[in-house]
Nanobody, 120 residues
Framework: QVQLVESGGGLVQAGGSLRLSCAAS????????MDWYRQGPGQQRDLVAR???????NYTDSVKGRFTISRDNAKNTVYLQMSSLKPEDTAVYYC??????????????WGQGTQVTVSS
């Protein structure tokens, strides 16, 4: 059983910062892409940022220059540093990973989500 455990969400004022963490555990051979998605009230779940195993990153336009995704492959952990937060960043943030099992089968896994609330 592979699971992702997120932490770091909370309530912050506009302009503030938060750092999300997501640690993977279980029978993992290798993790490929690790992503952060978010889902606001009444909205669909959208990709916020992606990082490859080699460190290449992609961001949705609305967070470019404000959010930074990074990872520690030795710890199977991905981070999302969020700065200059805006009320429209309020959402449940989900970690997602694409990985190889010990039998070299590709699988994906989602975290349980962590609430980020930005007050104006």
């Amino acid at each position: 059983q592979v699971q992702l455990v997120e932490s770091g969400g909370g309530l912050v004022q506009a302009g503030g910062s938060l750092r999300l963490s997501c640690a993977a555990s279980g029978r993992i051979f290798r993790i490929h892409n690790m992503d952060w998605y978010r889902q606001g009230p009444g909205q669909q779940r959208d990709l916020v940022a992606r990082i490859s195993r080699g460190g290449s990153t992609n961001y949705t336009d609305s967070v470019k220059g404000r959010f930074t995704i990074s990872r520690d492959n030795a710890k199977n952990t991905v981070y999302l540093q969020m700065s200059s937060l805006k009320p429209e960043d309020t959402a449940v943030y989900y970690c997602h990973a694409l990985f190889l099992t010990l039998s070299l089968t590709s699988r994906e896994v989602w975290g349980q989500g962590t609430q980020v609330t930005v007050s104006s």
